[in-house]
């Protein structure tokens, strides 16, 4: 049965409006929270404490984070413990009034040890919305032997608390904004054992509910200027030039090209004016064309220039015939193909 059409009787219009008697409509203010009770906040925490004690038996407590984790308008608390064995191992557990909930960390690769969230008694704790999907994320950051960086992250899901990642790097997992879009994308960075100069860092992209690789480069592991470009290898010496790129290190750029087939610096470098970032990744020596005097280096770079004002971003599929030199390899010919360009109006 349709309910019944209600009747709106329209109320009269006056004709004219008196200003100076007409009275305003107050204009809507937004409630400030509830300033929270620090007895109660107290209170609170020493009783969640005591839970965790007896759950937790014979660890110590690391920290605690009080902050709404699910999304429903009430905070919960987030504790890390650290557990003395062998290897030592950092738990975290979630504290919603009655109910207790451990974030379980990713299992030990097969022969590895399991350290947990982290091996080392270290509280590096981010509550926030990193996914832009309107639930907080909690990231732990463990670290671990061999100068290995950690991160789980994990999320509110309808009744628990699942895993959304788990990474691991020694040359460090950080938060970047990689395509400007509102989602952080995750960077993990390797050593580079033959150039321990080198990091190689994967870009990890949230899309359709997980994380992904998308993109790769490499960068420097240590920040201290002037950098040691490594040639030893062919790759290493491609790399060492679109890190030089970036650094806008042009003469030292210039020096890697071989000698016997670069053009004047001069118009070599105003090609570079424009340019405000380089990134290589994907640099392999194609299989097969390494010689001992000669190789065929392919890379994967993305550049974006400054022109009138306007960041334009182009990514290029370059391979490079590298030459061995007294000094090194250095770079030769090249051969671009152009993959996309575009207007980078959320450039990093």
């Known amino acids: 049965m349709e309910p019944p059409t209600p009747t709106i009787t329209p109320s009269p219009v006056p004709a004219t409006i008196d200003s100076a008697t007409a009275t305003p409509t107050p204009t809507a203010t937004a409630t400030p929270p509830p ?21 937790a038996a014979g660890a110590s407590l690391l920290c605690f984070r009080h902050a709404d984790l699910d999304a429903d308008g009430q905070p919960e608390w987030v504790a890390l413990t650290h557990a003395e064995a062998d290897p030592s191992r950092v738990e975290a557990f979630v504290l919603d009034a009655e109910t207790f909930y451990a ?29 832009v999907d309107g639930v907080p994320e909690i990231a732990i950051f463990g670290h671990a032997r061999d100068n290995e960086t950690l991160l789980h992250l994990f999320a509110w899901d309808e009744d628990g608390y699942i895993r959304l990642g788990h990474f691991a790097g020694d040359a460090g997992v950080r938060f970047a904004d990689a395509d400007g879009d509102p989602e952080e994308e995750i960077e993990v960075g390797y050593r580079v054992r033959g150039a321990p100069e080198l990091a190689w860092f994967v870009v990890h992209t949230w899309e359709e509910g997980t994380y992904g690789w998308t993109s790769d480069y490499y960068d420097w592991y240590f ?7 490594p040639t030893h290898r062919p790759d290493y010496a491609v790399i060492a030039y679109y890190l030089a790129l970036d650094d806008r290190d042009l003469p030292g750029a210039y020096a890697l090209l071989d000698p016997t087939s670069r053009s004047a610096y001069d118009p070599w470098a105003l090609g570079y004016a424009t340019t405000v970032q380089v990134r290589a990744g994907g640099v392999h ?17 993305t550049a974006w220039d400054n022109e009138e004002g306007v960041i334009i971003g182009r990514q290029w599929n370059v391979t490079w015939t590298v030459v061995a030199a007294d000094a090194g390899w250095r770079l030769g010919a090249a051969e671009a193909e152009l993959l996309q360009e575009w207007d980078a109006v959320h450039w990093p």
């Open 285 to 301: 020596t194609v299989p097969g064309t390494e010689t001992a005097s000669s190789a065929r280096v392919t890379a994967m770079v």
């Open 103 to 131: 974030l379980e960390p990713a299992h030990p690769e097969p022969g590895g040890p399991d350290v947990g969230l982290g091996e080392y008694p270290v509280c590096d704790v981010e509550i926030r919305d990193v996914n």
């Open 35 to 55: 300033t929270p009770d620090p007895d109660a906040l107290l209170a609170s925490a020493e009783r969640q404490l005591g839970r965790l004690t007896t759950r």
């Open 223 to 229: 920040t201290a200027r002037p950098h040691a470009y």
